[in-house]
């Protein structure tokens, strides 16, 4: 499930939870502007050390690109995944393509979609 608020400072927040298949469930939340700027992706694991920082920008009204740049003090390789968040015409669906590259350097593409929860 995801949430989009808007903050009193002009910042989207952003909040999340999810569930794995073996029903464990994990949560974030983080602030995302769409002037390019970056701002902290923070996670119930990390506390108040944020794990990601994202930079958005405007594609089109309904179209987004989210930069998401992994900031890892456990010594492991950076990572940056490249999102494209698209919201449906009639505003129904939310569409997420995340592009990154995998631990043996290949590209990957995942995409998700939401259906607008009532």
Do not use: C
């Amino acid at each position: 499930m995801r949430t989009f608020d808007y903050t009193l400072d002009g910042l989207i927040l952003v909040a999340y939870e999810t569930v794995n298949a073996q029903g464990n469930k994990s949560f974030a939340h983080w602030y995302l502007s769409v002037d390019g700027k970056e701002h902290p992706e923070f996670s119930r694991a990390t506390g108040a050390t944020p794990t990601f920082w994202l930079a958005g920008t405007v594609i089109d009204a309904n179209t987004k690109d989210v930069r998401d740049r992994r900031v890892d003090a456990e010594g492991r390789p950076p990572l940056v995944i490249m999102y494209t968040i698209a919201v449906s015409p009639d505003g129904q669906t939310l569409t997420m393509t995340a592009k990154s590259t995998n631990a043996e350097g290949k590209p990957t593409v995942t995409v998700a979609v939401y259906d607008k929860q009532f």
